[in-house]
């Protein structure tokens, strides 16, 4: 079997790992893919959000099964695009990844079909978005509708702020096109977690439950990030609390999206607050997480490629996931300055000597090739993931690793996963 990963971050590189310990498997593509997936297959400059090129390289290789990393391709209609050519192709439709592309439509979908999230306004006209906080007390979360790269939510203490939040966004355009609609919603306490399951639009067969941790520095200060690292599984997630979550968040949002007329297919990831034994929805992504996706690989035992062809053809309801016992974390590495500005084209050093520790991968994310040395080139550069009996021997196996990597700037959280450990607040 033929088989084509789009994306090039730490995700795909995870995904194409996985992948190609798959037997079935004969030729494994990634396009664009990093230096860390050209370790498992052969990268093809095509861009993720190239959705004809993409489509003609299919045709012309005979791929047989397509899995999209990333949502931007999905919500350009790249799954449409190979459907019509009879390219299977693992990633919902352009009307279901509307489900992550706008933030109205999900709000409106929970609300119409009972799925517990914050309470919610929308607006598409700032001056009513002011009067509505004027009359309500701070703290409020603003959000832009689209999509802006985890970037668009505004989380503001105070009146001024929410002001200041929706004039960036409405008035200022602050990520374009995205925030010409908002939705200002509820701020709620809690502990976040990522719940994944896979569909094929029937089925609902949930992943290991993860937890990342979005802010850029230690004790969770500091700006939102992409995800500066992950552990499963996830404690906060109790097996109750899991079976809870597909029966009234999971199973609903299938359904829903099915009498919406925009049938779903692929990961549906959820991401949570959970307070008090009580879990709401922040918002769906139509996607695998990054890094969620890194430790949860590392923990499947399952072949990925029978686990995904399965989806695509709507045979889900034969399959159960097998998971390791033992516990993964990943750590990610990034360049100094992330998540603002940053410089790149840093050489990475000890990339061998990690590779070496037993349980151990390095997952590339924002990583290149110059002169045969593999160079920073993003903000999150690698996912140090690694396995551990409990939480402890993972984290102390990832920050090994971590401590063999080096480069001028590097930097990383040195708390990850250390809330999963017993009796830790
Ligand atoms: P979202 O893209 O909607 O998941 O928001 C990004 C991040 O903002 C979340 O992971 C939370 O950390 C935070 N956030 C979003 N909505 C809320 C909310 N209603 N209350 C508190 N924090 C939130
Ligand atoms: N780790 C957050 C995300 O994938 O959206």
Not at 76 to 83: P, Q
Request: aromatic content about 8%; overall charge neutral.
């Amino acid at each position: 079997m033929k088989v084509l990963v789009i994306g090039s971050g730490g995700r795909e590189h995870a995904i194409a790992w996985k992948l190609s310990r798959s037997k079935q498997i004969t030729k494994l593509y990634i396009a664009p893919g990093n230096p860390g997936t050209g370790q498992h297959g052969e990268n093809v400059a095509i861009a993720a959000e190239d959705v004809e090129g993409l489509k003609e390289f299919a045709k012309k290789e005979r791929i047989d099964l397509t899995v999209v990393g990333p949502e931007l391709p999905l919500t350009l209609g790249v799954t449409d695009a190979f459907e019509k050519e009879g390219l299977k192709i693992f990633g919902p439709t352009k009307a279901a990844s509307i489900l992550e592309a706008s933030k109205v439509f999900s709000k409106e979908l929970m609300v119409k079909y009972g799925i517990p999230t914050a309470f919610y306004k929308k607006f598409d006209d700032p001056k009513l978005a002011k009067a509505y906080v004027e009359s309500h007390k701070p703290p409020f979360v603003v959000k832009a509708d689209g999509l802006a790269a985890g970037k668009g939510v505004i989380i503001c203490g105070s009146m001024e702020e929410t002001f200041r939040a929706i004039d960036s966004i409405m008035v200022e355009s602050a990520f374009g096109a995205a925030g010409k609609r908002i939705v200002v919603e509820e701020f709620l306490r809690g502990e976040e977690a990522s719940f994944l399951a896979i569909t094929d639009g029937n089925t609902v067969l949930p992943l290991a439950p993860a937890q990342d941790h979005k802010a850029i520095y230690d004790n969770d200060k500091g700006p939102n990030t992409g995800g500066m690292g992950a552990y499963s599984p996830a404690p906060l997630v109790t097996p109750e609390m899991e079976k809870e979550l597909i029966s009234t968040v999971m199973v609903p949002a299938v359904k829903a999206m099915e009498a919406e007329g925009r049938p779903y297919k692929g990961v549906l990831y959820a991401g949570l607050m959970i307070s008090e034994g009580q879990a709401k929805v922040l918002e769906f992504n139509c996607r695998f997480g990054d890094p969620e996706t890194q430790p949860i690989m590392m923990r499947l035992e399952d072949d990925l490629f029978d686990v995904l062809m399965a989806t695509v053809e709507g045979r889900l309801d034969g399959i159960r996931l097998k998971w390791s016992d033992r516990w993964s974390v990943c750590v990610v590495m990034a360049s100094k300055g992330y998540p603002e500005s940053y410089e790149k084209g840093k050489a990475i050093e000890g990339l061998g000597e990690a590779a070496k520790l037993r349980d151990v991968m390095v997952f590339h994310a924002g990583t290149a090739l110059k002169d045969g040395h593999v160079v920073t080139s993003g903000g999150r550069v690698l996912g140090v993931t690694a396995l551990g009996e409990d939480i402890k021997g993972a984290i102390e196996r990832a920050y090994e690793a971590v401590g063999k990597i080096s480069w001028d700037g590097a930097y990383f959280r040195r708390d990850i996963g250390r809330r999963a450990i017993p009796g830790t607040v």
